[in-house]
């Protein structure tokens, strides 16, 4: 049972949360709406150590509180919810879901990224929808490291720019043997890039030379501006409904013969096949893997010491492209961000 505080005059509250709040609750006869005026009962915002237009969510079995503020639900222009109408989002059922999720588990996640390659760092929006997620994240040069920290549940290259030495390489593959996980997106890039893209090659992902068009899948006529073809289902295709994801500038794979033969191959999103691999020299025509995940089961050693089964999991995106907030601000209407969060809590589902 989790109940939901909120620290409101009622008849003052805009009427989109108030709908909202009480349809949500009533999804579940375990969640329960409890309105308390501020004004009426100044003692419970010390009570509940929060401020007005507030929502506590606790869990008494958990022992677990957490608080959403209004402002993040309804989002308006100038930050003040109840003195505009114009919101710019609205995000009840995001901010609800995640609260929930935190009160009624106490089993948090830790993502890194990696740094020393040129990466692009995550996004506000990206660090926003893993937290709602409850992954934390923090950076990982992996030229200092001895390993891959125990407690990591996910690893994010984001759009590494130049090579891992053979070094760096070797920790990322000891560790996805280990059942680790890892989320790759790759970039543009002229330099060498052997060892990363011999990891995935030993993996059955072959990267392409050149970056690729659609002559048949591209926005507006711009061949670079790739609409692909998405094939998701179970976790990847949670919020999905478009299919309506952009990839600019990606590198684009071709399936090959993993190193071991426990390895499978997930291919989830395509050009179409009048893909075209376009380099200086060339241009190969073909459908290209825009998007795919390599999964292993590995028998691995638990803290007691027994052995245990774990999924291995390397997911890989042709374009860092992706998540670059300045394409998911300018086309609202995408999917990427949705396709990408799924990646990764398809990564802790499947831990």
């Known amino acids: 049972d989790v109940t939901f505080y909120v620290l409101a005059e009622k008849d003052s509250t805009d009427k989109r949360i108030k709908t909202f709040i009480n349809k949500y609750a009533s999804l579940s006869s375990k969640l329960h709406v409890k309105w308390i005026d501020p004004i009426l009962h100044p003692s419970a915002l010390t009570k509940y150590g929060t401020e007005e237009n507030n929502i506590v969510i606790s869990c008494k079995k958990t022992n677990r509180t957490t608080t959403v503020s209004f402002d993040d639900i309804l989002v308006s222009s100038n930050s003040y919810y109840s003195t505009s109408s114009s919101a710019s989002s609205f995000d009840g059922d995001g901010q609800?879901?995640?609260?929930?999720?935190?009160?009624?588990?106490?089993?948090?996640?830790?993502?890194?990224?990696?740094?020393?390659?040129?990466?692009?760092?995550?996004?506000?929006?990206?660090?926003?929808?893993?937290?709602?997620?409850?992954?934390?994240?923090?950076?990982?040069?992996?030229?200092?490291?001895?390993?891959?920290?125990?407690?990591?549940?996910?690893?994010?290259?984001?759009?590494?720019?130049?090579?891992?030495?053979?070094?760096?390489?070797?920790?990322?593959?000891?560790?996805?043997?280990?059942?680790?996980?890892?989320?790759?997106?790759?970039?543009?890039?002229?330099?060498?890039?052997?060892?990363?893209?011999?990891?995935l090659k030993d993996y059955g992902l072959t990267v392409q030379s050149g970056y690729i068009a659609d002559t048949e899948r591209s926005y507006q006529g711009n061949y670079y501006y790739l609409i692909p073809n998405l094939s998701v289902s179970g976790d990847m295709a949670s919020g999905i409904s478009s299919n309506s994801v952009m990839m600019i500038n990606s590198k684009g794979m071709t399936q090959s013969t993993p190193v071991r033969d426990s390895i499978s191959i997930d291919v989830f999103m395509t050009t179409s096949s009048n893909g075209y691999a376009v380099t200086e020299k060339k241009q190969t025509q073909g459908t290209y893997v825009l998007g795919a995940t390599s999964t292993e089961s590995v028998k691995v050693k638990n803290s007691k010491g027994k052995k245990v089964t774990k999924e291995s999991r390397l997911t890989v995106y042709g374009s860092n492209m992706l998540i670059d907030e300045q394409i998911t601000s300018s086309f609202s209407s995408l999917e990427n961000l949705t396709l990408f969060t799924n990646s990764v809590t398809a990564c802790l589902n499947n831990a």
Not at 156 to 166: L, M, P, V, Y
């Open 96 to 199: 609800l879901t995640s609260a929930l999720n935190y009160v009624t588990s106490d089993k948090e996640y830790k993502a890194y990224y990696t740094s020393g390659h040129g990466e692009s760092s995550l996004s506000s929006e990206v660090t926003s929808l893993l937290t709602k997620s409850r992954i934390s994240t923090s950076d990982l040069l992996l030229m200092t490291a001895t390993s891959i920290p125990d407690d990591c549940d996910l690893l994010i290259i984001d759009g590494a720019t130049s090579d891992f030495t053979k070094d760096e390489v070797k920790l990322l593959s000891s560790y996805l043997k280990k059942g680790g996980k890892v989320v790759t997106l790759l970039a543009q890039t002229n330099k060498s890039m052997k060892n990363l893209y011999g990891l």
